[in-house]
């Protein structure tokens, strides 16, 4: 085996129903100003074409956001698509690569690309596992995983210190 891949994509329901909610209420005022059953001003019936754009360029940013994670012999990778992220962690730059459970929301404040002052840089997009990795200039790293079992397979095989 050559390297491992790993794509998240945020696909929890609660995400798109936070994303979704103000465009149904944008259209739903639009349908009652285009309808008379209440009086709208000018500016508020311009404001409707651009609060659809803004939603709508917020929806397909989040559906086209991937984070990929790429664990070969020579080092582990990722690349956080859409927030223009990519990371490289030298094999020889890694003293440890532990798969943990860890609280997203405690730990680092939630799901995305966070920063803690106490644990260092965290990109994950759902769930409470995560590939820890301890570098050799002291600093930590945290990359959220949906498939656990497979990356700590994978270190195990490159032979990566655990």
């Given at each position: ?22 465009m149904v209420m944008v259209f739903s005022q639009l349908a ?73 929301l405690w730990n680092y404040g939630g799901w995305g690309l ?49």
């Amino acid at each position: 085996m050559k390297e491992f891949k790993e794509e998240q994509r945020f696909n929890q329901i609660w995400v798109w129903a936070i994303l979704i909610a103000p465009m149904v209420m944008v259209f739903s005022q639009l349908a009652i100003a285009i309808t008379g059953k209440e009086e709208f001003k000018t500016e508020d019936i311009i404001a409707f074409p651009f609060l659809i754009l803004v939603f709508t360029i917020l929806i397909i940013w989040f559906k086209r956001m991937v984070l990929e994670t790429v664990i070969s012999a020579e080092g582990i990778n990722i690349h956080y698509k859409g927030l223009f992220t990519k990371k490289q962690f030298p094999k020889s730059e890694i003293l440890k690569a532990e798969i943990v459970t860890y609280d997203p929301l405690w730990n680092y404040g939630g799901w995305g690309l966070r920063y803690s002052s106490k644990r260092g840089w965290c990109y994950n997009v759902a769930g409470d596992k995560g590939l820890k990795l301890t570098l050799s200039n002291g600093k930590t790293v945290m990359i959220g995983t949906q498939q656990p079992e497979e990356i700590d397979s994978i270190l195990k095989l490159f032979q990566y210190p655990l």
